[in-house]
């Protein structure tokens, strides 16, 4: 994809600057580390002018004003494992990397609130809740190695959406740093409130492009006793989209996790994973329950037989944590496991109603065949979530027909009533897509509303709008 | 070195999973210590966008080559391909300085040459001044330890086992690989071993024209100093009709086992099939017919990062140690100590931080003793209990054995 290398063109003076207000030891102009904090989990690559580590929200503000000042774009950066091209500087400017910014401030477990610094990855942060027998539900693929930051940034969802919803219904308050410097806080560490108008949401899938997030009050819930797991495989997508509407629809069964995974993700997983998966397996579904012991027991037999009862050709139920960590590693590694089929893919992250996920998919295949391009699916289809991978190997042509085929599929999602984005963010990387959901109208305000917290422009410019 | 790892980058997603275990980056956050960033170099460096600085010779020698990255990557990148060639890019380069440079090239390969060249500088070693020393620990054995050379041992493994003790009705012949820390300072391991397996009816020859595995010059990039050390050992080693070879070092058993196939090529797969490590060995040959009488004392084992990262070998010495002693898992078994190669020179801050944390695990498993099977680990861990007072013991696991070992009458011919 684009590549693109920038000098150093932060003068001398500015750089002095920087340095003196957060300490040179934090400021980096050599190219080797420039080059490091250039890329996300799309491949795509812009060499940033410096990168800034701050410890501290003294020291994001620090950077922030006098970025402001000189007209310096600032690129907020968690673990860069986004895929949408968040954290990737396309403008050049400021790389801020805010791994050094990683501490729990406070975890209160009667007041069920923990608050964060944004450096904090997601697993660390689950793991303190877990010791206190609390639980923070969003659950992203990458949640080992993510930063809360980026979830925030990004609304990420993940494995338990089903459920318990996004990063989104977790964010009770927040600190932010302002590109003019000043610090705000939104919201209230309390479970509810509605004081004035919602500001917390407004931040929450930002995507850095209104201000750096330094502090993040989540909420936490009571950790449920036990998880229950089913791997089950099917002949085909059409088996595993009854199975899945006999469970929640029919069956009023309320699954913590529902993933689908798709023929094309198997064959990339396969071999790599302890499973053995049956050969004609053409798709599968990875079924979570949780509450207490007895339930999970009886809900886990129920969908088990469920699937049976719906073609299935082989289930697994998970008997032990390591039996259950084996299962949902395969699902796990289907996403970067498909750079073994080309060295490129475009990934969306697409959300129709539920009950149009046949008719999507279907219309997806179809153009894949069109196209002549591989496409492979997966995704949280309890929620109507699909993640598309257009899957190819670098070359010109090749990107002209991608993004002819992407902005087709896109297209069709739009008009069954469905978003392009439900999960990873707009980026860069959707941006030119935007406006075939939302209307110019829609669009002007949302660009008023960045103007008002950023009038020149530096947060994360061409992010989400071109 | 082989051109592959130009298209190896390509098959990273930069996925960031990486983070999750390197022992580098968990102290850091810095992605230029990580495997994910260390491929960006290596990527602008075939894209012409970089060029060999000391700045990026820095970052690539801040990797600890443990290769725990690998095993957790789910796009199948063979990282040992790319941080090889980027070594050897810094070397052909930058050069390597003079010093290792003489040592790996002229020294190495000749016995004696460096045995009067450590004899000496054990001699010399007051002339270095005591700040620098710590800094210096763990340059290729010349400046070891925070005493800076544990103690040299008066007569090395490779002299004292000259001669082969001969078994009368051998289960099995086999070599050992001693390697320069247990040929030199840890000659104890060397004697367990062999005291051991004999006393399982097992004959252990000592090949004496065996050099260096090569793993310090490799760490530096020096790959041609290491296949002529691999020359010598492959002639050494097939010359004598051997069922296997046995090592107690965990960085030898990596080179001889698995870079060697790199260095030397396919022809050295039969003989790397016969490589193991002692207590892997142990546990194959002879796991249900040695009798013990565990020792009095918890002890714990400590995983040397290429025992499990690079071979994936946990249960084994674990298995004898439960044979041997009241074991006691810690918590974080396979978190690096923090020693080993140039990294100690250049991040000896992180080094003692991640150090710090091992001698914290260990101390909470509250056992009596810790075992590894590295004499690198051990001189590492040794030294961090070294200055605090601590009555926690250091140990290779085979010395353990060696004092549970009950004589069952196999071979009684002593
Ligand atoms: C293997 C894998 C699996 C994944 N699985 C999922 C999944 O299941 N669900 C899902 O939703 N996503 C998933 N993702 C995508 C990604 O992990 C998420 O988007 C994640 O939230 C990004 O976090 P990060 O810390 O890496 O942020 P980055 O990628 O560094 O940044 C993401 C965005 O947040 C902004 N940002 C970061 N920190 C701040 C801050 N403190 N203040 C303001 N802005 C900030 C950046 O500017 C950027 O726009 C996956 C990615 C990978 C590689
Ligand atoms: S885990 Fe593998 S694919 Fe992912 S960033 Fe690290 S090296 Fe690349
Ligand atoms: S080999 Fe070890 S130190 Fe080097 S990048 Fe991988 S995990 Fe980190």
């Known amino acids: 994809m684009k590549q693109e290398t920038h000098n150093n063109k932060i003068q001398a003076k500015v750089f002095e600057e920087l340095c003196d207000a957060i300490g040179r030891e934090n400021v980096f102009d050599n190219i080797e580390e420039r080059v490091c904090y250039s890329f996300d989990a799309t491949k795509e690559k812009s060499i940033p002018d410096l990168v800034i580590r701050p410890h501290s929200t003294e020291q994001v503000s620090n950077t922030v004003s006098i970025a402001n000042q000189h007209n310096i774009p600032i690129c907020p950066r968690g673990a860069g494992t986004g895929l949408s091209g968040g954290s990737v500087p396309i403008k050049g400017g400021i790389a801020l990397d805010l791994k050094n910014m990683n501490r729990i401030v406070e975890l209160n477990a009667r007041d069920l609130t923990v608050t964060v610094e944004p450096g904090v990855v997601t697993k660390d942060l689950q793991d303190e809740a877990a010791k206190h027998r609390l639980f923070y539900p969003p659950e992203p693929g990458s949640a080992g190695f993510s930063t809360i930051g980026g979830n925030v940034a990004e609304c990420t969802g993940g494995m338990t959406g089903m459920k318990y919803g996004v990063t989104r219904d977790y964010v009770l308050a927040l600190e932010i740093v302002l590109p003019d410097g000043s610090v705000i806080n939104t919201g209230s560490k309390t479970l509810r409130s509605v004081a004035g108008y919602d500001l917390t949401r407004f931040f929450v899938g930002s995507e850095g492009t209104l201000g750096v997030l330094t502090k993040i009050t989540l909420k936490l819930l009571p950790l449920p006793a036990k998880i229950g797991t089913v791997m089950s495989y099917f002949k085909d997508i059409d088996s595993v989209l009854n199975a899945t509407d006999s469970i929640i629809v029919k069956n009023h069964l309320h699954p913590r996790s529902l993933e689908f995974v798709d023929k094309t993700c198997i064959g990339a997983v396969r071999g790599s994973a302890e499973e053995t998966i049956p050969e004609e397996a053409g798709a599968f579904l990875l079924i979570d329950v949780d509450g207490n012991e007895k339930n999970v027991a009886n809900d886990i037999s129920r969908i088990e037989a469920l699937c049976r009862e719906n073609s299935a050709l082989k289930t697994s139920i998970a008997k032990t944590d390591d039996e259950r960590d084996a299962l949902w590693d395969v699902r796990k590694s289907v996403s970067p496991s498909l750079f073994k089929i080309a060295s490129m893919k475009f990934n969306d992250d697409f959300c129709v109603p539920r009950s149009k996920v046949r008719e999507v998919l279907k219309k997806v295949y179809e153009l894949g065949k069109t196209y002549s391009i591989q496409v492979a699916a997966f995704g949280h289809i309890g929620e109507g979530h699909i993640h598309l991978n257009v899957i190819y190997n670098d070359g010109k042509e090749m990107d002209l027909s ?22 990873h963010g707009v980026g860069d990387a959707k941006a030119e897509f935007i406006g075939l959901e939302l209307a110019p109208h829609e ?24 | 070195m082989s051109t592959d790892w130009k298209t190896e980058v390509d098959k990273c997603s930069k996925c960031g999973k990486c983070h999750t275990v390197c022992p580098v980056f968990l102290e850091t956050g810095d992605e230029s210590m990580v495997s994910r960033g260390r491929i960006s170099l290596a990527e602008a460096l075939r894209d012409k966008q970089i060029v060999y600085t000391d700045k990026l010779r820095d970052y690539v020698y801040s990797c600890k080559k443990c ?20 070594l050897s890019g810094v070397a052909e380069n930058m050069g390597i300085p003079l010093l290792p440079r003489i040592i790996f090239r002229y020294i190495l390969p000749r016995r004696i040459l460096f045995d009067l060249m450590l004899k000496v500088s054990s001699k010399i070693q007051w002339l270095i001044p005591m700040k620098r020393r710590g800094q210096m620990r763990h340059l290729p054995l010349l400046f070891m330890g925070k005493r ?9 493994a490779l002299q004292k086992f000259r001669k082969t003790k001969k078994l009368k009705n051998p289960k099995m012949r086999v070599g050992l690989f001693t390697g320069c820390l247990i040929n030199y300072i ?53 010359s004598q009709k051997l069922d296997a070879i046995v090592t107690a070092c965990a960085t030898c058993t990596k080179a001889i086992k698995m870079d060697y196939l790199r260095t030397l090529g396919p022809s050295w797969q039969s003989m790397s ?53 009241d074991f006691v898992e810690m ?31 260990i101390e909470r498993s509250g056992a009596d003793t810790v075992a590894t099977n590295c004499p690198g680990c051990v001189m590492q861990i040794a030294d961090g209990f070294a200055g605090k007072n601590s009555k926690i013991k250091t140990t290779h696991s085979i010395q353990i054995l060696q004092k549970a070992l009950v004589d069952s009458g196999i071979n009684k011919e002593k």
């Open chain 2, 186 to 238: 840890y000659v104890d391991i060397a004697e367990a071993v062999v005291d051991v397996l004999n006393r399982m009816n097992i004959e252990v020859v000592v090949p004496q024209g065996q050099l260096c595995c090569g793993t310090p010059s490799s760490t530096m990039g020096d790959f041609k100093s290491t296949k002529k050390l691999a020359d010598v050992n492959k002639e050494v080693f097939e």
């Open chain 1, 402 to 423: 991608v993004h002819k085929l992407v902005s087709q599929i896109l297209k069709e999602v739009v008009l069954i009533g469905g978003t392009i984005t439900s999960e």
């Open chain 2, 273 to 325: 099939d016969k490589i193991y490590d002692i207590s892997e060995f142990i546990d194959k040959y002879c796991g249900d017919e040695y009798e013990t009488k565990p020792i009095d004392e918890k002890v714990t084992y400590h995983d040397p990062c290429h025992l499990l990262w690079v071979r994936g070998i946990s249960d084994e010495p674990r298995n004898v140690l439960k044979k041997s002693s």
């Open chain 2, 331 to 361: 918590d974080q078994a396979g978190a690096c100590c923090g020693g080993g190669g140039i990294f100690t020179i250049i991040h000896y801050d992180l080094t003692l931080k991640m150090l710090e944390r091992k001698v914290a695990s």
């Open chain 2, 67 to 86: 290769m725990r990255c690998r095993t957790v990557c789910p796009s199948g990148v063979d990282y040992e391909v790319i941080i090889s060639a980027l």
């Open chain 1, 443 to 466: 669009i002007e305000i949302m660009k008023d509303l960045k103007k008002m917290f950023d009038p020149k422009g530096i947060m994360n410019p061409g992010k989400i709008f071109i």
């Open chain 2, 148 to 156: 800076w050379i544990p103690t040299l041992a008066k007569k090395t």
